[in-house]
């Protein structure tokens, strides 16, 4: 055992026991300083013979090498806790800052939209879409819309100038999905076409330039006026609840024969009008290469923005295209 041990533990001990970089420095002097006892040691090697000083030499040695290196460490380890708690100290709380994010949501017609997709699709239709923009022959023709037709003059279409050599609109249904779905499918056809329609109606409470409708077909071997009933009321049972009622009343369209409005009930013992329908012409399935003496098929249509404001009970359609975030978050 060296006769440094004691000196070295003793040392060793006071470097453990340094609770800051300022403890360590100002502990350094005592250790290994001119005044330190190991200094000390080192200044007696002078009286001892050469055999002796060098063996006491080696060990004196050794025991400053250990109190450096016990100091090193220790000197490592404050740093690293002096740093810690300066990062601690220094940060920054940024949850106090952040804004107050609300995570947005699809808009009331488009839910509406959805919702009346996915009570569709439950009963074997598929969607189908088409342009925006559309040809006299789509929009008016293919559907027995004759010319002299009111809904062809410019006070109900917005017509768009291509020039020459079509007529050229802005759809004002959504009828024309369903020719062209005519045109490249071969029956039996189960589709509903929900999209975006323009007219020139002047807005107000009940009426937009601009809106959504959707529409349905059906062409198959035998199809009825029962089966388009039936479909009506499952459909209002699937979207309003199975305590609303749907009822037809004669009436006229140009692409279907007969024709009806449906209507469905209020709980007042009323009755509010939801939309258009009927047994498609047969003159359009003849525009569209289908045979009529084979195929049958109905047709109905409505608006999603008024089915949104029946459902949510709105006063004023307009709501719909304010973008009033206050109204929306309602929904």
């Known amino acids: 055992m060296s006769r440094f041990a004691p000196m070295v533990d003793e040392a060793i ?15 350094r002097p005592t250790l290994l300083g001119k ?3 190991l200094a000390g040691a080192s200044r007696s090697l002078g009286a001892m013979d050469p055999d002796e000083r060098k063996a006491v030499g080696r060990e004196l040695n050794v025991a400053r090498e ?20 300066q990062l601690e100290a220094e940060r920054m709380d940024l949850t106090e800052v952040r804004p107050d994010l609300r995570r947005g949501h699809l808009h009331l017609v488009t839910q509406a939209r959805d919702r009346l997709e996915d009570v569709f699709v439950g009963m074997g239709y598929t969607v189908a879409e088409g342009p925006e923009v ?19 003059g410019t006070f109900d279409t917005i017509f768009v100038n291509l020039g020459e050599p079509e007529e050229v609109m802005l759809r004002s249904h959504t009828s024309p999905v369903q020719i062209r779905t005519m045109e490249v499918t071969e029956p039996p056809i189960y589709v509903v076409a929900p999209g975006r329609t323009f007219r020139t109606d002047a807005a107000d409470a009940t009426h937009l330039p601009a809106f959504s409708q959707i529409e349905g077909l059906v062409i198959d071997r035998g199809i009825t006026m029962g089966d388009l009933a039936g479909t009506i009321d499952e459909f209002v049972k699937a979207f309003f609840g199975g305590e609303i009622e749907s009822r037809l009343r004669p009436s006229y369209f140009p692409f279907t024969e007969p024709s009806a409005e449906f209507d469905i009930s209020l709980p ?7 939309g258009g329908c009927g047994m498609v012409n047969p003159n359009v399935l003849q525009n569209c290469g289908i045979d009529p003496d084979v195929w049958q098929g109905f047709a109905f249509g409505f608006g999603i923005d008024r089915l949104a ?7 004023d359609i307009r709501e719909l295209v304010n973008n009033d975030v206050r109204f929306l978050r309602q929904f």
């Open 134 to 152: 559309e040809t006299a022959w789509y929009n008016f023709e293919a559907l027995n819309i004759p010319e002299w037709h009111p809904a062809r």
């Open 35 to 37: 005044k330190s006892a």
């Open 268 to 274: 007042d013992g009323g009755w509010l009008e939801l």
């Open 66 to 85: 250990a109190v450096e290196a016990c100091l090193a460490r220790r000197l490592d380890s404050l740093r690293v806790d002096d740093r810690r708690q």
């Open 309 to 315: 404001v029946m459902r949510y009970e709105l006063d």
């Open 13 to 27: 001990e006071a470097i453990e026991g340094a609770a800051s970089l300022a403890d360590l420095e100002e502990l």
